[in-house]
């Protein structure tokens, strides 16, 4: 079982809080709010996707390229993947 359909409602679930945030910057710009406040929800929303990354990436590395993988050239095709993904999430 792939590890985004077994952890589905709790990824879901920090989906669902990130999309939150991201409402509650649109309410805040729309009310004028002190942009420390918006700054402080940026960064909440920041450290809630790394968070997600972090969860989802965890589980593709264990699931992907763990040691139960045998197939060498499965395991290069995956590590070239993820690493291509991470390079374009640190950019």
Not at 2 to 21: F, Y
Not at 42 to 64: K, P, Q, S
Request: with cysteine; proline share 1%.
């Amino acid at each position: 079982m792939a590890h985004t359909i077994k952890d589905k409602k709790k990824l879901l679930t920090r989906v669902r809080r990130i999309k939150g945030q991201a409402e509650g910057i649109e309410r805040a710009l729309e009310q004028e709010t002190d942009c420390t406040a918006v700054l402080q929800q940026i960064a909440a929303i920041r450290g809630a996707v790394n968070g997600l990354m972090a969860e989802v990436l965890e589980g593709h590395l264990r699931d992907h390229l763990g040691p139960n993988v045998t197939d060498v050239q499965q395991r290069t095709a995956e590590l070239d993947e993820v690493v291509g993904i991470l390079r374009s999430y640190l950019k």
